[in-house]
């Protein structure tokens, strides 16, 4: 197996930086569009078969030294009676936001292999299709994040109905982080067992709260899912987390993923040295390519030159418009820069 991923996970020597992208399996790739069809991506998700095709076809496609397994942050939350759609070019909207206290109380229980057993076929599924070329990681999304969908209803721009519900209701707050932890933690530990060597943990949009809110109020919800999880390496991810580093550590993290408006060298410090940093070239470089974008990865392998721990990605997903040889430009040129140092 190509173990560059995990070692620098591990904060160990890795024969190489490694890189993997968040989406690396979507529509600016034309093997997925082929896959997919005209299949909506839940039901594409809800596919063994087909999920572990798309998963394992972008490993191909792109020479990344990881996977990731093939689903949305949104489908645990079927199982707890959340009932939705995922729009093009939009995002989840939710049919019943959960809003009152009455709606938090109506929440179900996940059972993840019950519920989602197109998903655990999916992962045993992909191991044996990348016959142990790279690890796989799996992901779930952050209690915070997923909570935001459920109560916003679909994407909004400051979260204002979320953090009205944080601050104005702490007690109906405590009692959706406490489900939607549980939710989390079956889920993500049942992806263990099934055979991940990695989990990612998705906080897309924690990156809207002031350090002391995320400390308070979405911090000791996120320790309790990491601290639940053994045996592999767990990767933190916050789009906008500039402001959070020192707080978002304290999450019991092995990895920190974050985007392209922290200097990635900071990071390191900044977590007191305790964890591995993965990202951070903004998504848009890869977009429009070319010696911008060489100039961007030379400048972050600069940055963490001499770091131990440094997993090589973008800030954020793949956007649609990325020229698939992009990538396989920073995937080839990551490599070569970093094994020739050594
Ligand atoms: O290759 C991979 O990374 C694996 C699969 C993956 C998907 N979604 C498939 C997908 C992963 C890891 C996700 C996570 C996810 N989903 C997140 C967390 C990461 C992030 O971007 O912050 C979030 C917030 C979602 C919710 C979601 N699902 C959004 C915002 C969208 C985009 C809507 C659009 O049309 O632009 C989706 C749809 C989605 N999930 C796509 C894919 C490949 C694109 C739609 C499609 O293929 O039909």
Same mark, same amino acid.
């Given at each position: $197996?190509?173990?560059?991923?995990?070692?620098?996970?591990?904060?160990?020597?890795?024969?190489?930086?490694?890189?993997?992208?968040?989406?690396?399996?979507?529509?600016?790739?034309?093997?997925?569009?082929?896959?997919?069809g005209?299949?909506?991506?839940?039901?594409?998700?809800k596919?063994?078969?087909?999920?572990?095709?798309?998963?394992?076809?972008?490993v191909?496609?792109?020479?990344?030294?990881?996977?990731?397994?093939? @689903?949305?942050? $949104?489908l645990?939350?079927?199982?707890?009676?959340?009932?939705?759609?995922?729009?093009? +070019?939009?995002?989840?909207?939710?049919?019943?936001p959960t809003?009152?206290?009455?709606?938090?109380?109506?929440?179900?229980?996940? !059972?993840?292999?019950?519920?989602?057993a197109?998903?655990?076929?999916?992962?045993?599924?992909?191991?044996?299709?990348?016959?142990?070329?790279?690890p796989?990681i799996?992901?779930?999304?952050?209690?915070?994040?997923?909570? #935001?969908? $459920?109560?916003?209803?679909?994407?909004?721009?400051n979260?204002?109905k979320?953090?009205? $519900?944080?601050?104005?209701?702490?007690?109906?707050?405590?009692?959706?982080?406490?489900?939607?932890?549980?939710?989390?933690?079956?889920?993500? +530990?049942?992806q263990?067992?099934?055979?991940?060597q990695?989990?990612q943990?998705?906080?897309?949009?924690?990156?809207?709260?002031?350090?002391?809110?995320?400390?308070?109020s979405?911090?000791?919800?996120?320790?309790?899912?990491?601290a639940?999880?053994?045996?592999?390496?767990?990767i933190?991810?916050?789009?906008?987390? #500039?402001?959070?580093?020192?707080?978002?550590?304290?999450?019991?993290?092995?990895?920190? @993923?974050?985007?392209?408006?922290?200097?990635?060298?900071?990071?390191?410090?900044?977590?007191?040295g305790?964890?591995?940093?993965q990202?951070?070239?903004?998504?848009?470089?890869?977009?429009?390519?070319?010696q911008?974008?060489?100039?961007?990865?030379?400048?972050i392998?600069?940055? @963490?030159?001499?770091?131990?721990?440094?997993?090589?990605?973008?800030?954020?997903?793949? #956007?649609?418009?990325?020229?698939?040889?992009?990538?396989?430009?920073?995937?080839?040129?990551?490599?070569?820069?970093? !094994?020739?140092?050594?």
């Amino acid at each position: $197996m190509n173990t560059t991923f995990l070692d620098a996970c591990n904060r160990k020597e890795a024969e190489h930086t490694p890189v993997w992208f968040m989406r690396q399996a979507g529509r600016y790739l034309p093997s997925y569009l082929r896959i997919k069809g005209e299949m909506a991506i839940t039901e594409l998700a809800k596919d063994p078969a087909l999920a572990s095709d798309a998963a394992v076809d972008a490993v191909k496609a792109l020479g990344v030294d990881a996977a990731i397994v093939f @689903s949305d942050i $949104m489908l645990p939350l079927e199982g707890i009676g959340v009932r939705f759609k995922i729009q093009e +070019n939009v995002g989840p909207i939710v049919s019943n936001p959960t809003r009152t206290p009455g709606d938090v109380e109506a929440l179900g229980t996940l !059972r993840p292999e019950d519920d989602m057993a197109y998903l655990y076929q999916g992962i045993e599924s992909t191991l044996r299709k990348l016959d142990g070329a790279v690890p796989l990681i799996g992901f779930s999304g952050a209690p915070f994040t997923l909570a #935001a969908y $459920m109560i916003e209803g679909g994407p909004s721009r400051n979260l204002e109905k979320t953090k009205s $519900m944080m601050f104005s209701e702490p007690e109906v707050w405590r009692s959706l982080m406490i489900k939607l932890t549980k939710t989390v933690k079956d889920y993500l +530990n049942a992806q263990v067992k099934h055979g991940v060597q990695a989990v990612q943990l998705f906080d897309s949009w924690v990156g809207c709260l002031a350090p002391e809110d995320y400390e308070q109020s979405v911090l000791p919800y996120t320790r309790e899912v990491f601290a639940s999880i053994s045996g592999v390496p767990r990767i933190h991810f916050c789009a906008d987390s #500039a402001p959070l580093i020192e707080v978002f550590h304290q999450s019991g993290a092995d990895v920190l @993923s974050v985007d392209w408006r922290v200097p990635i060298a900071s990071v390191w410090t900044r977590s007191a040295g305790k964890t591995a940093v993965q990202g951070n070239l903004d998504p848009a470089a890869a977009v429009a390519g070319g010696q911008v974008m060489e100039r961007k990865i030379s400048s972050i392998l600069e940055s @963490s030159r001499g770091r131990t721990g440094h997993v090589f990605s973008l800030g954020h997903g793949v #956007a649609r418009a990325t020229p698939p040889e992009n990538l396989r430009r920073v995937v080839e040129m990551v490599h070569d820069q970093t !094994r020739r140092r050594r």
